[in-house]
Each structure stands twice: as C-alpha cells, then as structure tokens.
C-alpha cells in the first residue's frame, strides 16, 4: 500500500470515529423537528448560520428575533427546546477536561515553532499571527492547509482546509510544492482545500456565514479554516477615525463567530494580520515600534498571538505575544522552511 492510500484510508477511518466524537460538541439543529418545530423555520436558522443546536444558545434572543420570520414567541420555543436537547448550564472540572482532551494541534512544518506552540496550532481556538510582509504568515498558512489533511502520526488531523483569501495570496503552485515535500498527492492536496477569494467586509462575513453550514453538513470532515487577512478588507471598507467606532464593531460580530465555530465544530482557526507603526512608542523607550491592528477587539479575541519578524539574511522570528498555556518565548527560524 502507498503512502497515499494510507492516507485516504486513515482519513476515511478517522472520519467514522468522528462520527461518534463530535457528538460531544454539537447536535444538528435538524433534531429541533422532532421536537415540534416547523422546518420552514429551521431553514430560516440555517440561512442565518445557525445550523447547531449548540448555536441556537450562542446566538442572543434579541439576534434570533432579526432573522426574518421569527417572533419572540418562536424564539422562547427554540431557546427551550435547544436546552432540553443540549444543556448549555454548568459541567464539573472533569467533563470540561473530557471536552478539552478532544483538541488537536496542527503541525506548522517546523519543529522549532511547534515546540514554542506546544505542537502545532490548536484547533477549538484562534491562533493569530502577525507581522510585517515576507516574515512568513502566508506560508505558514499554506503549509498548515497541506499538513491538516496528513494522519495525526504525520502531525495532521486527517481533516480538510477553509482557506479565506481577502489579499490575492493564496497560490496552488505552493500547494504542491509543499504536498511535494510530505510526499503527497499534489491533486488531492488541492482537492482537500476549500478556497474562496473575499472582496469586502460583508463578503468575508457572508463566507463565514456559509462555511458554518458546511461544517455541519459535513460532520467532522474539516479541521482548519483560515483567513489572510483578517483586517486588510476591513481597513478598506471603514477609511478614517468617522468610521473607527463601526468597524471595530463589524470585526467584534466577525470574530465572535469565528469564537463559536472553532468551539462548535472543533476547528483550528487560524488567522494574519497587519501592524502598524505605533507614533508613541519612541515616547515609551518600546524597541520595536510596530503593534497589531484591531486594537483590544482583536486582541481579545485571539486565544494565541504569533509576533513574526524578520532577523539578519532569510533568518525569521517567532514570538509568542499572548497566550492561555503556553510561556512568553520566542523560536529563531533559519532558512526558508515555510
């Protein structure tokens, strides 16, 4: 047997485990009907995002009520039904560790990044990397799109790829060439990623929007989605301090229900962003004058944050900026290993 076809046969065994697997994280919101709900209704759900039980008790009354055809009185009904089918109330320590033993790290390609992101990049979580151009964001993302689809030996999920693209920077060609380098099927690889070009905002939204019906038709099927960059449209939609206040309150919406599918469907999220030169800096005796955009909103919303910068020659990097579990550190990449 080939080095592919095991492969396809680890992913195909590893998608009937899931099956039972997922359970723990959410029931389709299909199973609403057998408990007297309309579904012209649960379609209405579904053209919103919501297509999880599990959503229904993330998602606000007051936001249930702007979909088009409920009423408060509908709303009261499937907020009561969703409880009765997943209880969204308090669990002990242990269950929640029950929970939480279910997350999977995706290999970056390098064993010294991995090292410093305690395996890879973890899904139930949104991992952010930032920093200024050719230090290494887009590659990593490519390379995470090819390694999610290898066995978990190999450090992959046996999963498939989202990949949101707002700059023009997704390539095939390095797609392959790095299926090539874990020895792969480069057609599959490319086959096993989901690839959509946003050229707004609310594009970048209606994308998310439609992946989380895709992740719930297809159960445990994907296990990284990606978006590079989370800012650029956002800087380009909402020009000048007028419109500060909205974007940052557009990107809040954005992020929280990135938040919501990396929890609810156990999917790494993995983002890039920007930096900018921060004018006060030099005021403060700070020794790197650059910092993320998107302010706290973004800040907060990132479970880890990847500082990438540039050294002497091809030398890169890395940097952990924030994160939960793991130590401030930094790792020193020499060559182009992305």
């Known amino acids: 047997m080939s080095e592919l076809e095991q492969v396809v046969l680890d992913q195909e065994t590893d998608a009937q485990e899931s099956e039972e697997e997922e ?101 139930m979580s949104i991992t952010e990397a930032f920093g200024e151009f050719r230090t290494g964001k887009t590659q990593i993302a490519h390379t995470l799109c090819v390694v999610a689809q290898l066995p ?65 038709e297809e159960k445990g099927v994907y296990r990284l989605l990606i978006i590079d960059s989370i800012i650029a449209l956002f800087r380009t939609d909402y020009a000048g301090r007028g419109e500060l206040a909205e974007r940052q309150q557009k990107l809040n919406i954005m992020l929280s229900r990135l938040t919501k599918i990396s929890e609810e469907f156990n999917v790494a999220v993995y983002i890039t962003n920007q930096v900018q030169a921060d004018p006060g800096s030099s005021m403060m005796f700070v020794s790197d004058p650059r910092k ?32 939960p579990d793991m130590p401030e550190a930094e790792a020193r990449k020499f060559g182009r290993i992305f």
């Open 23 to 123: 359970e723990l994280f959410y029931t389709e919101i299909d199973e609403l009907q057998n408990h007297g709900i309309n579904s012209s209704d649960i379609v209405k759900l579904k053209s919103a995002g919501i297509c999880t039980v599990r959503a229904i008790h993330m998602t606000t009354r007051r936001n249930l009520c702007k979909i088009k055809g409920l009423s408060e009185a509908k709303v009261d009904k499937l907020k009561e039904t969703a409880s009765k089918l997943q209880s969204a109330s308090f669990m002990t320590g242990t269950e929640f560790s029950q929970v939480r033993s279910k997350v999977m790290h995706i290999s970056t390609g390098s064993k010294t990044l991995d090292s410093l992101l305690g395996g890879g990049i973890p899904t």
């Open 292 to 323: 993320p955009i998107g302010g706290h909103v973004l800040a907060h919303a990132s479970t880890i944050r990847l500082y990438l910068r540039k050294g002497r020659g091809d030398e890169r990097i890395a940097k952990i900026y924030d994160s």
């Open 152 to 216: 978990p030996s190999m450090g992959g999920t046996n999963g498939k790829a989202a990949f949101i693209d707002t700059e023009g920077t997704f390539r095939p060609e390095r797609i392959k060439a790095i299926a090539a380098r874990f020895g792969i099927d480069q057609e599959a690889a490319l086959e096993n990623i989901l690839f959509a070009r946003a050229f707004t905002s609310e594009h970048q939204m209606e994308l998310i929007i439609e992946l989380t019906a895709r992740f719930a």
